[in-house]
Each structure stands twice: as structure tokens, then as C-alpha cells.
T-cell receptor, first 117, second 115 residues
Framework: GNSVTQMEGPVTLSEEAFLTINCTYTATGYPSLFWYVQYPGEGLQLLLKATKADDKGSNKGFEATYRKETTSFHLEKGSVQVSDSAVYFCALGGLQSGGTSYGKLTFGQGTILTVHP | DTGVSQDPRHKITKRGQNVTFRCDPISEHNRLYWYRQTLGQGPEFLTYFQNEAQLEKSRLLSDRFSAERPKGSFSTLEIQRTEQGDSAMYLC?????????????FGSGTRLTVV
């Protein structure tokens, strides 16, 4: 079946450090890939997405590149801030097979990021 | 556009009672999704609607769970004879089309505690 595996957390960094959160996936067809973020006490928000191989999604200084050859979509940021402390979820969906787009997203287990001043 | 609204935000119920949650999606979104999230886990798919039609249900959705979207606008999720294992955050999301292109907009969720 379809699945998403994220690096184990929690991740603790100092402000201005470089961030990488690994995400790999298993899917049939050609999924779109997403990163969602959940700040404390809030709902999940779409952070960025990529819809085909080699696409790069970016938002708020975060980036992720859709790597079909390694089935990966790692999240990176060059210099994290305290305000980036949140839970980050990788997800896949919108699978295309024979022209049909499937409705649901499949999420990873989430990675807790804590950034200290 | 007020986003996706869920009601109530919190619900505490005794085991064996029935509960119902409501979701109001973004008005122009024709797709509506229900997910369940437990502590330390990612959201797990329960079911989704395109307009009023329920197109897919997860095996997680036992016969105690039922969801409706009668006029293709708001949706309700009912859990009958609640069990302690039903304690979770229930999330609703909507999208204007296939999520591969648009992603989801999530509501803030309803936290259910079964005591």
C-alpha cells in the first residue's frame, strides 16, 4: 500500500541552525507530495507541495525537492527560528493511475521540531 | 472565507454514549474529508465526500461510525456507543478539487475524550 516514513524525532536545534527532516514514500502511480505544519494549539497548515518529479516546493524559507529516483521529499531550511517550532508532517496523495486522481492524503507520523534561542 | 470550522472544539463523553461532530467546509470546496489523529501520530484517513456523495471509507470506520453530507455543504460525523479507544482528535478538511493539485485546508479539530 501507500505509505510515508519520516525521520524519528524530536529534533532540537539552536536558532539559525540548518534543518533537514527526512521523508521517504512508497506509492503506486505518481503522487503529489506535501509538507504540512502544525503549530502548538493550531490545526494543520499546508507548508509546501510538489506535484511531479524534480519539482521544488518552497515557502517561508522552507524547501523540498521531489526525488522520484530515491522516493524522497526531504524538508530543509537554511536558518531556523524559534517560531519554526512545530510538528511537521510529510504526506502524499492525488495519485494518478489511468487518468484517475485519488481523493485522500496519506500522512507520515510527524516530526517534532524545537528551536532554542 | 472563514476557513474550515469544526464544532465542538472539545467533547468529553462517557463510554457507551453517542456523539456527533459537525464540520463546515470552505463554501466553494466540493470535497470534504474526515481524519482521526492520536497523540504522536499523523492523521489517519476515515472518509471523504465529493459534494453529497461519500466516495471512500476507511476500514478504520467501523459500523459504529457514520458520516453524512446531506446537501453537499456541512458534514456530520457520528460515533455510536463510544469506546475509550475512540479518544482522539477528529479533523475535517476540504479542498476545491483533487488534493494532488490543491492540498487540503484543515479545521482546528474536535478533541474527543471518552471516560
Amino acid at each position: 500500500g501507500n505509505s510515508v516514513t519520516q525521520m524519528e524525532g524530536p529534533v532540537t536545534l539552536s536558532e539559525e541552525a540548518f534543518l533537514t527532516i527526512n521523508c521517504t514514500y512508497t506509492a503506486t502511480g505518481y503522487p503529489s507530495l506535501f509538507w504540512y505544519v502544525q503549530y502548538p494549539g493550531e490545526g494543520l497548515q499546508l507548508l509546501l507541495k510538489a506535484t511531479k518529479a524534480d519539482d521544488k516546493g518552497s515557502n517561508k524559507g522552507f524547501e523540498a525537492t521531489y526525488r522520484k529516483e530515491t522516493t524522497s521529499f526531504h524538508l530543509e531550511k537554511g536558518s531556523v527560528q524559534v517560531s519554526d517550532s512545530a510538528v511537521y508532517f510529510c504526506a502524499l496523495g492525488g495519485l494518478q493511475s489511468g487518468g484517475t486522481s485519488y481523493g485522500k492524503l496519506t500522512f507520515g507520523q510527524g516530526t517534532i521540531l524545537t528551536v532554542h534561542p | 472565507d472563514t476557513g474550515v470550522s469544526q464544532d465542538p472544539r472539545h467533547k468529553i463523553t462517557k463510554r457507551g454514549q453517542n456523539v456527533t461532530f459537525r464540520c463546515d467546509p470552505i463554501s466553494e470546496h466540493n470535497r470534504l474529508y474526515w481524519y482521526r489523529q492520536t497523540l504522536g501520530q499523523g492523521p489517519e484517513f476515515l472518509t471523504y465526500f465529493q459534494n453529497e456523495a461519500q466516495l471512500e471509507k476507511s476500514r478504520l470506520l467501523s459500523d459504529r461510525f457514520s458520516a453524512e453530507r446531506p446537501k453537499g455543504s456541512f458534514s456530520t460525523l457520528e460515533i455510536q456507543r463510544t469506546e475509550q479507544g475512540d479518544s482522539a482528535m477528529y479533523l475535517c478538511a476540504s479542498s476545491p478539487g483533487g488534493p494532488g493539485k490543491y492540498g487540503y485546508t484543515f479545521g482546528s479539530g474536535t478533541r474527543l475524550t471518552v471516560v
